[in-house]
């Protein structure tokens, strides 16, 4: 007599299971080497914005001060002055009319710095800059590498 067997059998569903762990298990890996390169990336950014804040902290400290000693006329007129805070060389420069032109830079990270431009004149004390720029040369790559047919 003949056995008429209906469904499915015992080796596919075993396939389907062995399929189904496997694709849990990869997308796993996938999902611990994601949030691993977050974690990292996170760290990252947190390095920077504490060294930011701690450089702009301390720019903003140096700035009173020089804004202080320029009110209290103890101010040097032009030159490269050392900064009594931080050890931060400042650079004077004074044009024709009353008007002093102060900068400095204060070191943010191995890759950028902290420019600040001040201008200080009997009516009115101005910041020109303050801005992040590198610390590293650049360099201008103009080739252009295509292939010339040979």
Same mark, same amino acid.
């Given at each position: 007599?003949?056995?008429?067997?209906?469904?499915?059998?015992?080796?596919?569903?075993?396939?389907?299971?062995?399929?189904?762990?496997?694709?849990?298990?990869?997308?796993?890996?996938?999902?611990?080497?994601?949030? /691993? #390169?977050?974690?990292?990336?996170?760290?990252? $950014? =947190?390095?920077?914005?504490? +060294? @930011?804040? /701690? #450089?702009?902290?301390?720019?903003?400290?140096? $700035? =009173?001060?020089?804004?202080? +000693? @320029?009110?209290?006329?103890?101010?040097?007129?032009?030159?490269?002055?050392?900064?009594?805070?931080?050890?931060?060389?400042?650079?004077?420069?004074?044009?024709?009319?009353?008007?002093?032109?102060?900068?400095?830079?204060?070191?943010?990270?191995?890759?950028?710095?902290?420019?600040?431009?001040?201008?200080?004149?009997?009516?009115?004390?101005?910041?020109?800059?303050?801005?992040?720029?590198?610390?590293?040369?650049?360099?201008?790559?103009?080739?252009?590498?295509?292939?010339?047919?040979?």
């Amino acid at each position: 007599m003949k056995q008429n067997v209906r469904g499915v059998g015992v080796g596919t569903v075993s396939l389907v299971l062995i399929f189904a762990v496997l694709c849990l298990t990869v997308f796993a890996v996938l999902t611990l080497s994601t949030a /691993n #390169a977050e974690k990292t990336m996170a760290n990252r $950014t =947190a390095d920077f914005i504490t +060294s @930011y804040y /701690n #450089a702009d902290t301390n720019a903003t400290i140096i $700035t =009173a001060h020089i804004l202080e +000693s @320029y009110r209290s006329g103890n101010f040097p007129e032009e030159g490269d002055i050392d900064a009594s805070f931080f050890g931060v060389p400042l650079t004077a420069k004074q044009n024709d009319s009353d008007i002093l032109y102060v900068s400095f830079i204060y070191k943010v990270n191995d890759v950028l710095n902290l420019s600040v431009k001040l201008r200080l004149s009997e009516e009115r004390e101005m910041v020109l800059e303050w801005r992040l720029v590198s610390s590293l040369d650049w360099e201008v790559d103009d080739t252009l590498p295509v292939w010339d047919g040979t």
